[in-house]
């Protein structure tokens, strides 16, 4: 095992004993008679930056939806940042407003500007005065390097200027969890560096991230932890080294050879 | 050297492959079966065009002499239609524009006729969307409502069975959309509630009113409503019309609108969630804006539907413009002379019938402009 896991490994473990940013406790979904999440238990420390990854199908989007409740979980207790999900809205709200969402295909609004897209939930979530969330928008536009698009609209970017612009997006909101889901699946390959670049920089910040993605470089980059899902369940987690070159179980084995030709 | 072709610099392309010439060419006579058919519609074309300037102007009579008994129509008639006589428009177009209305008075429904169209045109501007303009409206509708009705400021009161004419027509289209369009948001939103109760009661209105023609509806309204309402109360037989009309009409506006909230992807509901937007944020900010922008089409198709569609109300007897036209020759001086009250007529629901379209053309061209890199 190589002295950069070990690291990695002490880090998580310190980290482990912060009360947890996300936690999914006997966690059960079914779409219909179909059981998507099987027992789900997983959790996140704060600032910990943690990889999804497993063949398709095998639930990663409906779990790190159901963080955020876009999806509904029948069974098992979900809590971010100590509040727990239930019905109550009032819940829901302040989970929504500490997490930041960045999904496959963007989601950008198509009829407002990039800079009126990143400054409508500061405004109207948390309040703040026009004039604020401008400048929180230019400089965080800044920051995922695209400040000279704010008066476009999203129709007129590229797919890459596009994803960071939902960064962007969601970092307006000045959130504590950010949950990607495939940010970089639906890119041509020259455009996947960029976002990845940001999302670098931006676990370098020590905020805490899910990210679902099959970048395996990324992973080794970044990731404090790997989850490997396979139908519903959460099969192995370990460091990206432990993942990635000791698996200990055929469904894993069988998935990384799959990458691995794919890549 | 592909260096050399690009010093020589763009060229235009040659003459017969643009401009007039070169559409005509390629439009008009492509061949001789396409070369025949345009000259033959042309033929026809100018023809009809010729006879019409014949009857319109040419040989149209514009006035006619007028004596004890009344006009005297008898040269009109002695051109047995081949001529346009025009004179019974300069006769009767006051009573066609404002019905029964007394005539010293017709400034009053005149000037409410301009405050609606006043109203039009300031809606109509982008740079006044904004929430004052509801405040202009009921501003501009207290108004109309003073000069019609009086009885303050030292006009005299006038009863509502003896207005008529456009002010009718008007009164109905523009309460009849103002209260339908925000009805028919609603409606499209509730058939999509996740609440059963909001569901199954959109669902049924959209149904029953859509079943059911809309002169039975007003004549339900004017003949049955008031048989289920209590002794003695008594509502008003436009407002009842109008209430018709506007359950009418939100029916089929919901289905567009619904349409527009149907072709919206699933990803721009999620993204509004995420970020912690409540439902009406959502919707009043992601959803409609963008719903609303895509059925521009047949949202105006429908709005100069029900424009044209207020003139049913001639069944239950209103006076709007058009059954006021009829009614203008129903004396026996005037009748016969049909063709000019409709032309008349039918131009003044062709004008703002193509103002709105036309404005909405541009609308769309405006609102959509995102659309385009
Ligand atoms: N809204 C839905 N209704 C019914 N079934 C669904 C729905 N969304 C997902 N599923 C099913 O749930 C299972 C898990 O889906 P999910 O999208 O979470 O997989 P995934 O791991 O994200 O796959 P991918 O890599 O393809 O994105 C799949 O079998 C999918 O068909
Ligand atoms: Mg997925």
Not at chain 1, 121 to 144: G, Y
Not at chain 2, 11 to 28: D, E, Q, S
Not at chain 2, 224 to 238: A, R, S, V
Request: hydrophobic share 50%; with cysteine; aromatic share 10%.
């Amino acid at each position: 095992m190589s002295a950069s896991a070990d690291l990695a490994q002490i880090a998580s473990a310190a980290k482990a004993d912060a009360p947890p940013a996300i936690e999914l406790a006997g966690v059960n979904k079914w779409f219909g008679a179909l059981h998507v999440l099987r027992d789900v238990n997983l959790a996140v420390a704060p600032g910990e930056r943690v990889v999804v990854c497993g063949p398709s199908g095998s639930g990663k989007s409906t779990m790190i939806r159901c963080i955020n409740r876009l999806e509904m979980h029948q069974e098992g207790r979900i809590a971010v940042e100590g509040i727990e999900l239930s019905d109550d809205v009032r819940a829901l709200d302040a989970i929504r407003r500490e997490v930041g969402m960045v999904f496959q295909s963007f989601n950008l609004f198509p009829h407002l500007t990039v800079l009126e897209n990143c400054t409508l939930a500061p405004i109207w979530v948390r309040r703040m005065p026009k004039k604020d969330a401008e400048e929180l928008a230019m400089e965080l536009l800044a920051r995922v390097k695209i400040p000279e698009q704010a008066k476009k609209y999203p129709g007129q970017l590229s797919g890459g200027q596009q994803q960071r612009v939902a960064i962007a997006r969601a970092l307006c909101m000045r959130p504590k969890i950010m949950l990607f889901d495939e940010p970089t699946s639906a890119l041509d390959p020259e455009m996947i560096k960029e976002v990845l670049d940001v999302m670098v920089e931006l676990a370098g910040t020590g905020m805490t991230m899910m990210v679902v993605t099959h970048e395996m470089g990324f992973a080794r980059q970044v990731a404090d932890r790997v989850v490997f899902m396979d139908q519903g369940e959460v099969v192995e987690v370990g460091t990206p080294d432990q993942v990635f070159n000791a698996p200990k179980t055929d469904r894993l084995k069988l998935f990384l050879s799959q990458i691995l030709r794919g890549h | 050297m592909s260096d050399a072709s690009i010093s020589t610099g763009p060229r235009k392309p040659p003459i017969t492959a643009v401009g007039p010439i070169a559409w005509a060419k390629t439009n008009l006579f492509s061949g001789w079966l396409s070369t025949a058919v345009t000259l033959a519609l042309g033929y026809l074309l100018i023809k009809a065009a010729l006879s019409f300037v014949d009857w319109a102007f040419i040989n149209a009579i514009w006035s006619v002499p007028s004596n004890a008994q009344g006009p005297q129509t008898q040269i009109c008639r002695d051109m047995q239609g081949s001529g346009a006589c025009w004179a019974v428009i300069g006769e009767k177009h006051r009573f066609m524009l404002f019905g029964t209305y007394p005539y010293e008075e017709h400034w009053r429904p005149a000037l409410a006729c301009v405050l609606f169209v006043v109203l039009y045109i300031i809606s109509a501007i982008r740079r006044f969307w904004r929430w004052e303009l509801a405040l202009v409206w009921i501003g501009m509708l207290t108004a109309i409502g003073m000069l019609m009705w009086g009885g303050i400021f030292g006009l005299s009161y006038v009863p509502q069975e003896r207005w008529g004419g456009l002010p009718i027509t008007l009164i109905l289209a523009t309460f009849g959309l103002a209260f339908a369009f925000p009805l028919s948001i609603l409606v499209a939103l509730g058939r999509r509630s996740s609440l059963p109760a909001i569901k199954v009661l959109c669902v049924l209105y959209v149904e029953l009113i859509r079943g059911v023609p809309l002169i039975s509806l007003l004549f339900m309204a004017s003949v049955m409503f008031p048989l289920f309402l209590p002794e003695g109360m008594n509502i008003d037989k436009l407002l009842r019309a109008q209430i018709a009309i506007i359950l009418f009409a939100g029916a089929y506006l919901a289905e567009v609108v619904r349409g527009g909230l149907q072709a919206l992807p699933k990803g721009q509901y999620e993204a509004a969630d995420a970020m912690g937007l409540s439902f009406w944020q959502k919707t009043g900010l992601i959803i409609l804006p963008q719903a609303l922008r895509m059925v521009i089409p047949p949202l105006v198709n429908t709005f100069i539907g029900f424009f044209k569609d207020t003139s049913l109300v001639l069944i239950i007897g209103i006076f709007d413009l058009l059954t006021a036209g009829k009614t203008a020759i129903v004396e026996p001086a005037w009748q016969g002379f049909g063709v000019e009250v409709y032309v008349f007529i039918g131009s003044i629901y062709l004008i703002f019938c193509y103002a709105m379209s036309k404005y909405s053309r541009g609308l769309e061209a405006e609102l959509n402009r995102h659309r385009h890199r």
